[in-house]
């Protein structure tokens, strides 16, 4: 769906990073520099970026 605002685990807040993670990458960035750029260091964070699924544009026409 969309990305969680805040981290499940520690309540930081990891939905800013979301775009900026998705584009640097995109550009061919290794995902583990773009994160410690992004200041998501903890591994709980870090998992709510890397395992999120963008799936609202397929969802949406349902709703």
Same mark, same amino acid.
């Given at each position: ?10 309540? +930081? =807040? ?11 990458? %995109? ?5 583990? +520099? =773009? ?11 870090? %998992? ?16």
């Amino acid at each position: 769906m969309i990305i969680p605002v805040r981290c499940f685990t520690c309540g +930081k =807040v990891v939905a800013s990073a979301w775009a900026p993670f998705v584009e640097r990458t %995109r550009n061919g960035e290794e995902p583990r +520099k =773009v994160l410690d750029d992004l200041g998501l260091t903890r591994y709980c964070c870090r %998992r709510m970026i890397l395992s999120h699924a963008e799936l609202i544009d397929e969802v949406a026409p349902f709703g």
